[in-house]
């Protein structure tokens, strides 16, 4: 049951809860049936053994025989009745405790669901302290993390299997989910409610770290990049900010300030392009530059054209954004 995007593997308490509940839904099942099969069979035994020689009626009597069917009947009706209730009892129980307030001390983030991509607001009282990525969420392992949810167009749905039951994105109408990882790992989210095109592509990553590493990470994320600081990366900044990219994306310390496309300001420090669809290596992020269709048809990525200096240029710059 292991697995980095499977429900049957929790890794923190609001899984966990679901994780029970899916147990004890399997369990009872599983018995009912193999019950209903023994009853079956021993049924069809005993009609076997009677055919053949007619019932004595004076022996095993209609009437008698009617008043022991509707006695079974009866009780194996009481008893379905008794589990159904105690399957919805469990069912509603884990639904309340599943939606139940964040804990008070929880960190705050904000996801918002874009065709075909995650956007994620850290938040901080202190304006200075919030930064935004996409696609990959880090999180301490032990904390409670609060996740407000909004949707910036059709609705989507935000779904970490291992770490917390699904929340629906749905435009014009924020809500809130909260998760916690007890053990630190890489966890897959997939977008759980069709949205068009590129939905089955719409994935992300949450790192669960020790608090240590995740001050790390955080401290680096809100970092502005430095000022390129050879030719080559002054030439690539150059490039990017020539082509139509700062239209939507946003890379801090430069006029490229676009917010309908994935903030780049530390694009190389994510595992991941393109929402989860490709690894975020050199020739994964050449290709998708000169030809974003391909690996993801539809997706609101323009193809530009681009010399081959000019490329590469702009990928030493752009790796250059840790
Ligand atoms: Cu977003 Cu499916």
Redesign the pocket.
């Known amino acids: 049951m292991n697995g980095i995007q499977s429900m049957l593997d929790s890794a923190g308490p609001q899984a966990g809860r679901i994780e029970g509940l899916w147990w004890l839904f399997f369990w009872v099942c599983a018995v009912v049936f193999a019950l209903v099969m023994i009853a079956l069979g021993m049924a069809v035994v005993r009609s076997r053994r009677r055919e053949g020689h007619r019932l004595d009626p004076l022996l095993d009597p209609p009437r008698e025989r009617e008043r022991r069917m509707a006695r079974t009947v009866g009780g194996a009706a009481a008893v379905s009745l008794l589990i159904l209730l105690g399957l919805l009892v469990a069912s509603v129980s884990t639904g309340r405790a599943v939606l139940s307030p964040s804990p008070p001390d929880a960190l705050g983030i904000e996801v918002v ?4 991509w995650w956007e994620i607001r850290y938040e901080d009282p202190v304006p200075s302290r919030s930064f935004t990525t996409a696609n990959e969420i880090h999180i301490p392992v032990g904390r409670p993390v609060r996740v407000k949810t909004r949707s910036a167009d ?4 935000f779904w970490v299997p291992n770490l917390h039951g699904k929340r629906d ?1 749905i435009p014009d109408f924020p809500s809130e989910t909260w998760l916690q990882a007890d053990r630190p790992g890489v966890f897959r989210g ?7 095109h ?3 592509n ?1 994935s992300l990553i949450v790192v669960a770290e020790p608090p240590e590493a995740f001050e790390k990470w955080r401290a680096a994320q809100l970092q502005t990049p430095p000022p390129p600081a050879t030719p080559l990366l002054r030439r690539g900044q150059e490039v990017f900010l020539a082509l139509p990219c700062p239209t939507c994306h946003t890379i801090a310390g430069t006029p490229a300030g676009g917010r309908t496309a994935p903030d780049l300001s530390h694009l190389a420090s994510r595992r991941t392009l393109a929402a989860g669809t490709l690894p975020n290596t050199r020739g994964h992020l050449a290709g998708w530059i000169l030809d974003p269709q391909t690996a993801k048809p539809g997706n609101k990525m323009p193809a530009v054209a681009l010399e081959s200096d000019d490329l590469q240029a702009l990928l030493a710059y752009l790796e250059s954004l840790r």
């Open positions: 669901g874009h065709q075909w059709v609705i989507h749905s994105l997939q977008c759980a409610e069709f949205c068009g590129q939905h089955a719409m």
